[in-house]
């Protein structure tokens, strides 16, 4: 049963940061699509506004594989939890951050549409927003490792 429960847990911290950086990426993507209607010299100024809520799945993905590794059929309940706790704090970050950080990316994005000079000051915002996701990736890397000191 504490396979089990470890496995749902790693499962929502996967699903939960990609789910995240989907709905960031369709905001900075549409976003894009109308700067570069107007301009397509631009693509190389909005690309990495465009990518920033990327990463959040990334670092889902991350710690879904570190996780995994820590799995053991013999799992008990307490040990299923506590891995469970171990992925929240990525799993909450990582759904919250992508979903800001693409509202933010899209604003910069529109302001580089009217003024391209700006794209390299404009990435500080929505970058300052990755600072928690990165915090919460961290977090859950000392956790998972901490619950998988524990299986035996």
Known sequence: MGYTIALVG????????????????????TAAAGVLGED??????VM????????QGIYGFIIGIIASGSLAATMSVELG?????ATIPMAISGLVSAYFQGKSAVNCIYAVGKQESLSGKLIVYPGMIEFYAILGLIISIMLVGN????IV
């Open 10 to 29: 790693i499962a929502l911290c996967v699903l939960l940061c990609g789910i995240g950086s989907c709905l960031g990426l369709y905001k900075t993507s």
């Open 40 to 45: 397509p010299k631009k693509f190389g100024k």
């Open 48 to 55: 990495v506004l465009v990518l920033l809520p990327a990463t």
């Open 81 to 85: 939890w506590a891995m469970v706790g």
């Open 147 to 150: 619950v998988g000191a524990l």
